[in-house]
């Protein structure tokens, strides 16, 4: 995913940020936010990184004051440039590596592997992660940011508490473009309880912010009254997210699985544990 694309942003809509050779200050640090939200998309970033960005908007901002539309826009297209290269470059070792482990598992995602799956060195996997630490915990950032992307498309925020539980165990149990990466996430799950212990924190602190989420969807509802007050809200939000885990595994164990059925049981259920008609 492009820095352009994961913002909803378009290169014509953000090099104009001069208008009739006056500074429009409005535009531009719309710009910057827009970038700086970007730049936080792309993970394990190193500080030279980030630098190179805010010496770039330290000189538009320079230059705009000076009324250089020509210097903002070279500066602005070069910023830019340099971003899409290394989100692209960046999104190619990911899936490179999710494929290599959901084929082998941690092991056989060595550097050498992922930059040769992905078309690249193996330097540049070793500069964009540093470790194999760092390659898994990116891995799971993003399957995690996918997945939240997903919720976002499918206005779930806008949702009434009970029916964003239901849109979650929905789009979870759905069938997607992304599940060759999601799968990934569950392989990894599974190594942490053998071989790769040391993944068991991310993991945990993964889930935590699941159940909270669906805890809080929980306690919400039950305040307005459209989920039964009896449930015990973390409880609920803990079974309901190892059922989720539960089940995607089971696909990957079992290819055959009727998912569908699985998914339409087990909102029909939950309607009905919640109390909803």
Request: aromatic letters at 8%; one cysteine or more.
């Amino acid at each position: 995913m492009t820095f352009l694309r994961a913002s909803g942003m378009c290169r014509s809509s953000t090099l104009r940020l001069v208008h009739s050779g006056r500074p429009c200050y409005f535009r531009f640090f719309f710009w910057c936010a827009g970038f700086f939200r970007m730049a936080l998309r792309v993970r394990n970033h190193h500080r030279h990184d980030i630098g190179c960005v805010t010496n770039n908007i330290c000189a538009c901002y320079h230059g705009m004051t000076q009324g250089n539309e020509a210097f903002v826009d070279k500066q602005l297209e070069k910023t830019l440039t340099q971003a899409e290269r290394r989100a692209a470059s960046e999104e190619k070792l990911l899936r490179a590596a999710a494929e290599l482990i959901s084929e082998g598992g941690v092991v056989a995602a060595t550097f050498e592997r992922i930059g040769k799956r992905a078309g690249l060195s193996r330097g540049l996997v070793s500069q964009r992660f540093g470790s194999k630490e760092g390659l898994v915990n990116a891995l799971v950032d993003d399957v995690v940011q996918r997945f939240d992307e997903l919720l976002f498309q499918y206005h779930i925020h806008e949702l009434a508490p009970h029916e964003a539980i239901i849109a979650f165990v929905d789009i979870y149990l759905s069938e997607n473009d992304e599940d060759a990466v999601r799968d990934t996430y569950h392989v990894l799950l599974a190594e942490s309880l053998g071989a790769q212990p040391a993944l068991r924190p991310l993991f945990a602190r993964v889930h935590d912010v699941v159940r909270d989420r669906l805890r809080q969807l929980i306690e919400r509802g039950q305040k307005l009254g459209t989920i039964y007050k009896q449930l015990d809200a973390d409880a609920t939000a803990i079974s309901l997210g190892a059922f989720l885990l539960g089940v995607r595994i089971q696909c990957m164990v079992n290819p055959d699985t009727d998912i569908d059925a699985v998914r339409t049981n087990a909102i029909s259920s939950l309607r009905a544990m919640m109390g909803i008609k």
